[in-house]
């Protein structure tokens, strides 16, 4: 098993920029395809972004490329996500999430594990 622990949230303006973070203790992360998710108010979970266990390979949903990049440091168990840009509708509580698959997948419902998130809210 594997335990998440996300950081780095908090409140800031439209075009402002936040990193978080997503420490792994337990079995080590570098074990798992890791992933990024949020879920606004009323809304369903959606995938952010996702990586691969070697941080060769990356996936983005549309509404956030070029926006955001996800990274891993497999030394420190943690992975990123650098948000740059942020606009209002990215606000949302944020998750990380562990899968043991292959690939790198888009659905909530095929990872693993689960941090509790951290909340990020954008005003413009």
């Known amino acids: 098993q594997v335990q998440l622990v996300e950081s780095g949230g908090g409140s800031v303006q439209a075009g402002g920029s936040l990193r978080l973070s997503c420490t792994a203790s337990?079995?080590?992360?570098?074990?798992?395809?890791m992933g990024w998710f949020r879920q606004a108010p009323g809304k369903e979970r959606e995938f952010v972004a996702g990586?691969?266990?070697?941080?060769?390979?990356?996936r983005y949903a549309d509404s956030v490329k070029g926006r955001f990049t996800i990274s891993r440091d497999n030394a420190k168990n943690t992975v990123y996500l650098q948000m740059n840009s942020l606009k209002p509708e990215d606000t949302g509580h944020y998750y990380c999430?562990?899968?043991?698959?292959?690939?790198?997948?888009?659905?909530?419902?095929?990872?693993?594990?689960w941090g509790q998130g951290t909340q990020v809210t954008v005003s413009s």
């Open positions: 990586i691969n266990r070697g941080g060769s390979s990356t």
């Open positions: 337990g079995r080590t992360s570098s074990n798992y395809i």
């Open positions: 999430a562990a899968d043991s698959g292959i690939m790198i997948m888009t659905l909530a419902g095929l990872y693993d594990y």
